[in-house]
């Protein structure tokens, strides 16, 4: 590599100006896309052709699930605002918009535990229609997204509280980010197609 | 125009920006979906929104819009997959059987 680029990134690169660790991310990601896509487009063939299906808007509870949307766009936020704390050298920062991310993450994925108790306790469950099983099914995989992306950020924590992270040399913060924010918009989708349309 | 092309980010003030259009945007959204009762203008109202929403969080959140064409082309090409899944399904479901 040249020295010329050898600033920009702290990994060494293939193509000057390319992350290899960032760039293995985006390509994670493109494969996470598709494999929602794979659920998503299910519900769609399942929902409009012609499934009996209840009225969402009756069946689900739409205020609370959409104040934990609101939620995970915090967590977005305070995701970014952490990143944007090491890019300014401010570690002690850092570690308290990661923590926060992490608790409204851990909160998002509480109040979905109690929407599934809710639903459960009601006899609606993944066994007792197509409605059901598909429900849980995008909901699961999402949630367990998100729970894995709790003990990540509980990882990234731990490392931040050590000094693993410097104005020079954050860029698993990056990394981190860029999965959180990708479950966040698969959220933003899901909220919209399972609860809204 | 930014002139470090890898490392041009936004700043807090535009992360906050962003927020509060997600805010304002969810807001609509609940309701739109309550508000709306043909359900084709809903369902294209909300398609609009959702759009929005995640187009905000990957331009700005994900760094998308200052990165270099081969990260947008690789977070954007199967986009362009997903579309033609979901316009098939939804087009399928229209036929006669």
């Not at chain 1, 992270?165 to 919209?192: K, N, P, R, S």
Request: aromatic share 12%; charged share 10%.
């Amino acid at each position: 590599m040249s020295h010329a680029t050898a600033h920009i990134e702290e990994n060494p690169s293939t193509i000057p100006g390319l992350s290899t660790r960032k760039f293995t991310m985006w390509l994670f990601l493109a494969s996470e896309v598709m494999f929602f896509t794979g659920l998503i487009a299910t519900y769609i063939a399942i929902r409009f052709g012609g499934a009996d299906w209840p009225i969402v808007s009756q069946k689900l509870n739409v205020p609370l699930v959409a104040l934990n949307t609101f939620i995970l766009i915090v967590s977005s936020v305070t995701m970014v605002m952490a990143f944007a704390a090491i890019e300014n050298g401010d570690q002690k920062g850092l570690t308290k918009y990661l923590i926060a991310t992490a608790a409204l993450g851990a909160l998002f994925v509480s109040i979905q535990g109690f929407e599934w108790s809710s639903l459960l306790a009601e006899g609606t469950s993944a066994n007792t229609s197509l409605f059901g099983a598909t429900f849980f099914t995008l909901t699961g995989f999402h949630g367990a997204h998100v729970s894995g992306g709790v003990l990540a950020l509980l990882l990234v924590v731990f490392r931040s509280m050590r000094g693993r992270y410097t104005l020079a040399d954050h860029q698993g913060i990056e990394l981190m980010g860029l999965y959180w924010h990708y479950v966040d918009v698969v959220w933003i989708i899901l909220f919209t197609i399972l609860y809204l349309i | 125009m930014e002139v470090a092309p890898t490392q041009a980010h936004a700043s807090r003030s535009t992360y906050l920006k962003v927020f509060a259009f997600l805010a304002v945007l969810t807001a609509v959204e609940v309701s739109v979906a309550f508000l709306i009762g043909t359900a084709w203008l809903r369902i294209a109202f909300l398609a609009v929104l959702a759009i929005a929403k995640a187009g905000l969080v990957v331009a700005f959140y994900m760094h998308l819009r200052f990165e270099r064409i081969p990260f947008r082309i690789i977070a954007l090409g199967p986009l362009i997959l997903v579309v033609l899944l979901a316009s098939a399904l939804l087009l399928e479901r229209n036929l006669p059987r």
